[in-house]
């Protein structure tokens, strides 16, 4: 089965207001983490990732929390704008294993 | 520009006839792979390469061979498809290995018949 899952398949949020998009994994030996956005029609594009040894990472506009504890991964989307609508997957790597395993994803709607 | 291509696009065809899937990358990656997407199981990974003729099976490599003969190339092969093939497929690449940002493709929707 998978290693990893999102909360919710679904997610619609209001344009300006902040998204959190959740992810729990079951591999406690994995420790490299990766959300990708895919657009429809297009493959997946990074966004942002980190590693065990963080719990928490910023981009633009976005920021990754890791609980290791509770082995939870989450994503922040600061003010969502109609461009953010996309599907969104969180991803695992295992150390010392060459594999990728994704979540089934969340699909952000935003609501102008 | 930096970019993963595959080709074709999109494919229609029946059960048993061999197809092959290119997959391109211009940026000296050596890591590449295959990863297929069906509706609510996001991507599966199929195959890996680490470099040049080093690959690896991925989580679902069942009915589907690669090759990697040169760095650039990781052609995916279907030696006779059947239906439950039927699927959206991504190449990838990154720089090193899976513990790093991937380029994706822009896909290839495979329709078995």
């Known amino acids: 089965g998978e290693s990893v899952g999102l909360h919710l398949p679904t997610l619609s949020v209001q344009e300006g207001d902040n998204s959190i998009i959740n992810c729990a994994y079951s591999n406690s030996a994995s420790d490299y983490f990766i959300w990708y956005k895919q657009e429809s029609g ?23 929390l890791l609980n290791k504890t509770v082995k939870h991964l989450s994503l922040q989307i600061a003010a969502t704008q109609p461009g953010d ?26 609501r102008a | 520009e930096a970019q993963v291509t595959q080709n074709p ?39 890996y390469s680490m470099n040049v003729e080093v690959t690896d099976k991925g989580d679902v490599p069942e009915g589907y061979k690669v090759s990697r003969k040169e760095k650039r190339n990781f052609p995916l092969i279907l030696e006779s498809p059947s239906p439950n093939q039927t699927s959206l497929y991504f190449c990838a690449s ?20």
């Open chain 1, 85 to 110: 609508s996309a599907v969104y997957f969180c991803a695992e790597n295992p150390d010392n294993d060459y594999k990728l395993s994704f979540g089934a994803g969340t699909t952000v709607t935003v």
């Open chain 2, 94 to 113: 990154s720089t090193l290995g899976a513990d790093q940002p991937q380029h994706f493709g822009d896909g290839t929707r495979l329709s078995i018949l």
């Open chain 2, 9 to 47: 696009r999109y494919l229609i065809t029946v059960t048993g006839k061999k197809l092959t899937v290119t997959c391109s990358q211009n940026m000296n990656h050596e890591y590449m792979s295959w990863y297929r997407q069906d509706p609510g199981l996001g991507l599966r990974q199929i195959y």
């Open chain 1, 42 to 64: 297009k493959g997946p594009q990074f966004i942002i990732d980190i590693r065990s040894n963080m719990d928490k990472r910023q981009g633009q506009r976005v920021t990754v």
